[in-house]
């Protein structure tokens, strides 16, 4: 049975004391992290959010007192009065660690079982452990360390567009189902019946009404909604950052939100960042890196050498390059020994799984050369692909030929991968780089048609707008991505505020007058009534908390995360509803049985 706290209130938090406090009365709260009994002495680490205070029973105490913490055990929650004094061991690992505190009155406030999970930080429990108890997994110091930086980071957030003349206005939750995004959460209406709300994938629609609404400059941190397949790190449901100005081009949005960025990292880490932060084209990333985030932490970049072999003997090299691809590779300089046959063939199966056939690679060992496809290359060939890959002793290289999106999708994640795999990241530094001229349309291989890269109402750049109908794959957008240590923190862009572009941009979407009217029939209605050059950014909170803290799990950022497969094993949602409940919003439910 638990006691009340009766009179006792806490006078200070268990992580707070120090050697200036020794002689002082205290009150303390918190758990029990755990207790030693010497007999006629017993310890206890006592717990809360701050850190960890030794507290000591000894036998001058009253017998009740001494037998009834006899009984403590560990993650009861106790309240103590007592003497802070020197401690006669020394712990240097935690800052109470000089004083303890004698304990002259006890009140046990609850007991506990024995928790399934161990409070500390290197438990190695299963992460299904973890999220079901989530609230015992709460209670290690890296997780509130975790979710106290996300506060601040949050506040410093507010602080700074706050002082540089942005409101935050909060946007519905219950909206239009959108189209030429991810999968909207629908939810039925009850009053409304067989109609459907949608939960948003962003404000995006919204902000840009706000800025038709004179509000000038807007920024929230909000909920976004997507139902996919989720790959690592993402979340059904997600925070963004989102922040839209009017009377804006992209130089004005960059510069804003580089000091946004200097800000957090200072005030968060003490870093500061190099500002201007560099820049690099869409087209430039893709050539040397393969993707469209970049890590510049180290090197391996994507060489070109479809030129030397596009009339080669080999045929799996210059039918590609006849038939509109390339044939790309990486040197990974300095690296080749530690690599065996095995090693190599795990990395072609790795490229696979992105869409290339195989991987021909080429070994330089003090020993020679081994390479299963110098023999199909002239001599001449293999000698010019060696001095265009720069190869010297010790260097292995790997190509792939295969049309561009392949051998980009594929060269520049294997980039990624053989870098962790040799563990020569460096997590402590910091590479940031604006991704800017992103392509305005990407072609869809289902559908057969250009679809908008990032939203239907990216403004195409001023120089290619004529491009739009004769070439439309070839129109930049006036879009930026902020990239830090190859992740995609964020990204914005300026919006089209003339209704004319806009009709032109729907038609080589595909979209007739009538579709584009049925879904952004509001916006395009708002658009009407004088709208402002405008544009913004957004970025993931979540993801920006990862990097801040140097989590590489998503999960360890967020209080009470989803699962890969959407579930929440605390809760147990999703769930099955009561047919009642179902009637009220005119839904019935017909599941296929499993043969």
Known sequence: MGESMGNLRRTNLCGELRVEDIGKEVVLMGWVQRERNLGSLIFIDLRDTTGISQIVFDDTIS??????????????????K??????????????????????????????????????????????????????????????????KLRAKAAKIVRDFFDENGFIEVETPMLTKPTPEGARDYLVPSRVNPGEFYALPQSPQLMKQLLMVAGID????????????????????????????????????IISINEKFIYKLFKELKNIEIELPIKRMSYKEAMNRFGVDKPDLRFGFELIDISEIVSNSEFK???????????????????????????????????????GAKGLAWIKLTENGITSP????????????????????????????????????????????????????????????????????????????????????????MEEDIDLLESSPEKVRAKAYDIVINGDEMGGGSIRINNSSLQSRMFKALGFTEEEANEKFGFLLEAFKYGT????????????????????????????????????????????????????????????????
Not at 319 to 347: A, C, E, H, M, P
Not at 558 to 574: M, N, R, V
């Open 316 to 354: 799996v090299f210059s039918s590609t390059i006849q038939s509109g691809g390339s044939v790309r590779g990486i040197n990974i300089k300095g690296y080749g020994d530690q690599f065996t046959r095995k090693d190599i063939s795990s990395l072609e199966d790795y490229a696979k799984t992105y």
């Open 373 to 460: 496809v110098a023999k199909f290359l002239r001599e001449e060939e293999f000698k010019a692909i060696l001095d265009k890959m720069g190869a010297e002793e010790n260097d292995l290289l790997l190509f792939v030929a295969d049309k561009q999106s392949v051998v980009y999708d594929s060269l520049g994640n294997l980039r990624n991968e053989v870098a962790k795999r040799l563990g020569i990241i460096d997590n402590n530094q910091l590479s940031l780089v604006w991704i800017t001229e992103f392509p305005l349309f990407e072609y869809d291989e289902d559908e057969k048609r250009y679809v908008a890269k990032h939203h239907p109402f990216t403004a195409p």
């Open 63 to 80: 017998e009740d007192i001494f037998k009834k913490a006899e009984k403590v055990k560990s993650e009861y929650v106790l309240a103590i």
């Open 532 to 595: 402002p050059p405008h544009g913004g950014i957004a970025y993931g909170l979540d993801r920006l908390i990862m990097t801040l803290t140097n989590s590489s799990n998503i999960r360890d950022v967020i209080a009470f995360p989803k699962t890969q497969s959407a579930t929440c094993l605390l809760t147990d949602a999703p769930t099955n509803v009561s047919e009642g409940q179902l009637k009220e919003v005119h839904i019935k439910v017909d599941l296929e049985k499993n043969e």
């Open 217 to 252: 400059r807007y920024y929230q941190i909000v909920k976004c909604f997507r139902d996919e397949d989720l790959r690592a790190n993402r979340q059904p449901e997600f925070t963004q950052i989102d922040v839209e100005m009017s009377f804006v081009d992209i130089e004005d």
């Open 82 to 147: 007592g003497k802070v004094r020197k401690r006669q061991s020394i712990n240097k690992d935690i800052p109470t660690g000089e004083i303890e505190v004698l304990v002259s009155e006890l009140k046990i406030l609850d007991e506990a079982q024995t928790p399934p999970i161990y409070i500390k930080d290197d438990d190695n429990v299963s992460e299904n452990v973890r999220l079901k108890y989530r609230y015992l997994d709460l209670r290690k110091s890296f997780m509130q360390k975790n979710l």
